[in-house]
């Protein structure tokens, strides 16, 4: 790999000229579809086409004079004497941006599709506390991406823990520089596997769907007074019209569904090297981020049985972050083996989590889930009285419904628990969407203890364990395991000697 002096003011790569001038066309493009509806809508004369020509030209002749000027402007370099990186750009007026290493959050990789084929890289430098979230160089190859990006890093680590110039340290930047191309292990998701995860991530959504359309399309055109019973084999013909119709429909909308994940997380390969998980995905934007496990919050595991049957996990990593910006910071890795997940999982933690301790919600949860899921029931018998619905087949429907919902709510109180010992917070929860939510204790910044009004009489509240990740909420505890629960989080919150960052 070249050794570039990033000290010195630097710009992008030749073939970005492409990128800036094409950019610059789609927008000028979009701002101008106005003008080529007219002239394909109305007859012009010969004289104002050759003008409008004329025009066009030196409007090209512009733009591509701006995109050169925007390509020679755009500088970008580090001043280590000041501790910052320092970004150059504007062709009217000249910005100048300056970034603190230690402002530096992340630095990632993004490409579209006409930077895949001109095979150039954008940079994206995360920041924190500045109003813009994103710095961006748009054309840099993959030497010199992968170079800047270690630099980088290297002088945010160094600005964070002091310059430690110690044996130990130097011993682990050596190692990390020896397994940059060495990755410890690579876990590649095939197109396969993305087809699976389609069609099993909307099953009940698309039985909902086959329910929904079919009687909405009977009611329709299945009606009597639209297609009169003399006209014989009308309604045979428009019943199996309709099937086909909707089964069609339904077709139509799994594909949408599979060609959505595989569009978004075409290509997802994941590879750990010595502090870094680097994860790579998209068709029509990929990304290519590297973590470091200092940075991570939050982690959940995600399933459904059809999913499970599959051997097909879900993986959501989240960054710190604002509470702004939390959902722009979660990573998601869907199509993952079990074997995989646990690979993420310790190098995350570095340890597997034993619960020791055990939460489990008051039934008064079970309860509220009940009754709030009574309310379509309690209006579906008033509206049946009231237009005087027959009563068998109401009270059937009814009583189906409420055996439904006292079967769901069941399970699903029976798995929501929490449990944790002593590193580790875990929430289990969700019946059909199966997740599990880990936060090291460590990283805790804040526990929120709520008793609403109708709990008091019972001693029963509902916590919040805040993180710079997100949040994790678990409500009916009794008031009596709350105390010694977030004394204990408190106690091991400050005798770790770990930074949450």
Same mark, same amino acid.
């Given at each position: 790999?070249?050794?570039?002096?990033? !000290?010195?003011?630097?710009?992008?790569?030749?073939?970005?000229?492409?990128?800036?001038?094409?950019?610059?066309?789609? /927008?000028?493009?979009?701002?101008?579809?106005?003008?080529?509806?007219?002239?394909?809508?109305?007859?012009?004369?010969?004289?104002?086409?050759?003008?409008?020509?004329?025009?066009?030209? +030196?409007?090209?002749?512009?733009?591509?004079?701006?995109?050169?000027?925007?390509?020679?402007?755009?500088?970008? /370099?580090?001043?280590?004497? $000041?501790?910052?990186?320092?970004?150059?750009?504007?062709?009217?007026?000249?910005?100048?941006? $300056?970034?603190?290493?230690?402002?530096?959050?992340?630095?990632?990789?993004?490409?579209?599709?006409?930077?895949?084929?001109?095979?150039?890289?954008?940079?994206?430098?995360?920041?924190?506390?500045?109003?813009?979230?994103?710095?961006?160089?748009k054309a840099l190859f993959q030497?010199?991406?992968?170079?800047?990006?270690e630099r980088l890093m290297e002088?945010?680590?160094?600005?964070?823990?002091?310059?430690?110039?110690?044996?130990?340290?130097?011993?682990?930047?050596?190692?990390?520089?020896?397994?940059?191309? @060495?990755? @410890?292990?690579?876990? /590649? +998701?095939?197109?396969?596997?993305?087809?699976?995860?389609?069609?099993?991530?909307?099953?009940?959504?698309?039985?909902?769907?086959?329910?929904?359309?079919?009687?909405?399309?009977?009611?329709?055109?299945?009606?009597?007074?639209?297609?009169?019973?003399? *006209?014989?084999?009308?309604?045979?013909?428009?019943? @199996?019209?309709?099937?086909?119709?909707?089964?069609?429909?339904?077709?139509?909308?799994?594909?949408?569904?599979?060609?959505?994940?595989?569009?978004?997380?075409?290509?997802?390969?994941?590879? #750990?090297?010595?502090?870094?998980?680097?994860?790579?995905?998209?068709?029509?934007?990929?990304?290519? +981020?590297?973590?470091? !496990?200092?940075?991570?919050?939050?982690?959940?595991?995600?399933? $459904?049985?059809?999913?499970?049957?599959?051997?097909?996990?879900?993986?959501? *990593?989240?960054?710190?972050?604002? #509470?702004?910006?939390?959902?722009?910071?979660?990573?998601?890795?869907?199509?993952?083996?079990?074997?995989?997940?646990?690979?993420?999982?310790?190098?995350?933690?570095?340890?597997?989590?034993?619960?020791?301790?055990? *939460?489990?919600?008051?039934?008064?949860?079970?309860?509220?889930?009940?009754?709030?899921?009574?309310?379509?029931?309690?209006?579906?018998?008033?509206?049946?009285? *009231?237009?005087?619905?027959?009563?068998?087949?109401?009270?059937?429907?009814?009583?189906?419904?409420?055996?439904?919902?006292?079967?769901?709510?069941?399970?699903?109180?029976?798995?929501?628990?929490?449990?944790?010992?002593?590193?580790?917070?875990?929430?289990?929860?969700?019946?059909? $969407?199966?997740?599990?939510?880990?936060?090291?204790?460590?990283?805790?910044?804040?526990?929120? +203890?709520?008793?609403?009004?109708?709990?008091?009489?019972?001693?029963?509240?509902?916590?919040?364990? /805040?993180?710079?990740?997100?949040?994790?909420?678990?409500?009916?505890?009794?008031? @009596?395991?709350?105390?010694?629960?977030?004394?204990?989080?408190?106690?091991?919150?400050?005798?770790?000697?770990?930074?949450?960052?």
């Open positions: 790999m070249p050794d570039y002096d990033f !000290s010195q003011p630097q710009r992008q790569s030749k073939v970005g000229l492409i990128l800036i001038f094409a950019t610059a066309l789609f /927008h000028l493009a979009r701002n101008l579809w106005v003008v080529v509806i007219y002239f394909l809508v109305r007859e012009v004369d010969r004289q104002i086409m050759l003008l409008t020509i004329l025009g066009l030209f +030196v409007v090209l002749l512009l733009t591509l004079a701006y995109s050169v000027l925007a390509f020679l402007n755009f500088k970008f /370099h580090i001043d280590e004497k $000041n501790r910052e990186f320092v970004l150059r750009k504007g062709v009217i007026s000249t910005d100048v941006i $300056n970034i603190p290493f230690k402002k530096i959050q992340q630095v990632n990789f993004r490409r579209n599709l006409l930077q895949r084929l001109i095979g150039v890289y954008s940079v994206v430098i995360e920041t924190a506390g500045s109003q813009d979230k994103e710095i961006e160089i030497e010199k991406a992968n170079e800047l990006s002088l945010k680590e160094d600005e964070i823990f002091g310059g430690r110039e110690d044996l130990e340290a130097a011993a682990e930047g050596s190692s990390e520089k020896a397994t940059f191309k @060495k990755p @410890k292990w690579e876990y /590649h +998701v095939s197109l396969l596997t993305l087809i699976k995860l389609g069609l099993s991530s909307n099953y009940l959504r698309g039985v909902g769907l086959i329910i929904a359309f079919y009687f909405t399309l009977r009611d329709q055109f299945m009606l009597d007074e639209v297609f009169p019973n003399e *006209i014989p084999g009308q309604q045979e013909f428009v019943e @199996k019209s309709s099937f086909v119709f909707i089964m069609g429909l339904l077709l139509f909308g799994m594909v949408i569904t599979v060609a959505e994940t595989v569009i978004k997380y075409y290509d997802l390969n994941l590879k #750990q090297f010595h502090e870094s998980l680097q994860v790579e995905m998209g068709l029509r934007n990929n990304t290519k +981020v590297n973590i470091k !496990s200092s940075r991570v919050q939050m982690l959940e595991v995600s399933t $459904n049985p059809v999913q499970k049957f599959l051997d097909l996990y879900t993986l959501k *990593i989240s960054l710190a972050s604002s #509470q702004d910006d939390l959902e722009k910071s979660r990573i998601k890795m869907p199509g993952l083996s079990p074997e995989v997940v646990k690979q993420v999982q310790k190098f995350i933690f570095k340890q597997e989590s034993s619960e020791k301790v055990t *939460i489990l919600p008051h039934k008064i949860v079970l309860w509220r889930k009940f009754s709030r899921g009574s309310i379509p029931a309690v209006l579906g018998l008033v509206v049946g009285f *009231i237009f005087q619905f027959p009563t068998l087949l109401l009270g059937g429907l009814v009583s189906v419904y409420l055996i439904l919902l006292s079967l769901y709510n069941y399970f699903y109180f029976q798995r929501l628990k929490l449990g944790l010992d002593e590193d580790i917070l875990v929430k289990t929860s969700g019946l059909w $969407n199966r997740k599990e939510q880990f936060l090291e204790i460590y990283r805790l910044q804040a526990v929120s +203890v709520r008793q609403p009004l109708w709990y008091k009489r019972r001693g029963i509240v509902n916590l919040t364990f /805040h993180s710079a990740g997100g949040d994790i909420s678990f409500n009916g505890v009794r008031k @009596k395991e709350v105390t010694p629960l977030v004394n204990f989080l408190m106690y091991r919150v400050e005798s770790i000697e770990r930074s949450w960052m």
